[in-house]
């Protein structure tokens, strides 16, 4: 395959994705007239997508409120003891999403960081309650290898998997 050729796959590849960025629930029709492919290539793109991984899935952005959640973060330092190959296995295992749905907690995303602190974990709590008992296990399960984790509330979100709140003009309560 010449380079233009693989550079014109990559770059047809990287517009359905921002496509798919924008609205995931577009409909392969949609997508394939709003950037002039047909829909065959389209499903080929996003099948192939798929299958390296560049896209793990598709989920609906929810306003909390609507069904009495709040967003909550928990931000943790580690120690700088090295993590044995058991609490690896716990995180790869995904203890995580059995601790917090055990403690009524959603899972949104959790990161390993580069900085101050050293991982983060959005969820969705009831409350304050539910997103401390979550932290408490988690300080628990993994005592020895935490320095200090901290929850926050989100008050506000102005933007969600990449969305931008449609209740926007709302922000201005909280100043």
Do not use: H
């Not at 995931?24 to 002039?36: D, F, P, R, T």
């Not at 390296?52 to 120690?79: D, P, Q, S």
């Amino acid at each position: 395959m010449s380079k233009s050729s693989k550079k014109s796959i990559e770059r047809d590849e990287k517009k359905v994705l921002l496509e798919l960025m924008k609205d995931s629930s577009q409909s392969i029709n949609v997508i394939s007239k709003k950037l002039g492919y047909s829909r065959q290539k389209i499903w080929r793109i996003i099948k192939k997508l798929q299958g390296e991984k560049t896209v793990w899935g598709y989920t609906a952005v929810i306003n909390c409120e609507k069904i009495g959640m709040k967003n909550f973060l928990l931000l943790g330092k580690r120690t700088s003891k090295p993590l044995p190959q058991e609490m690896i296995n716990l995180v790869l295992n995904r203890k995580l999403e059995k601790m917090a749905k055990k403690n009524n907690c959603i899972l949104d995303d959790t990161y390993y960081l580069n900085g101050v602190y050293d991982f983060v974990s959005t969820f969705k709590a009831n409350n304050i309650l539910d997103a401390k008992r979550y932290q408490e296990e988690f300080n628990r399960l993994y005592k020895s290898y935490i320095e200090k984790t901290m929850i926050l509330e989100a008050l506000f979100p102005l933007r969600m998997n990449g969305i931008l709140n449609p209740d926007i003009n709302n922000l201005s309560e909280f100043f």
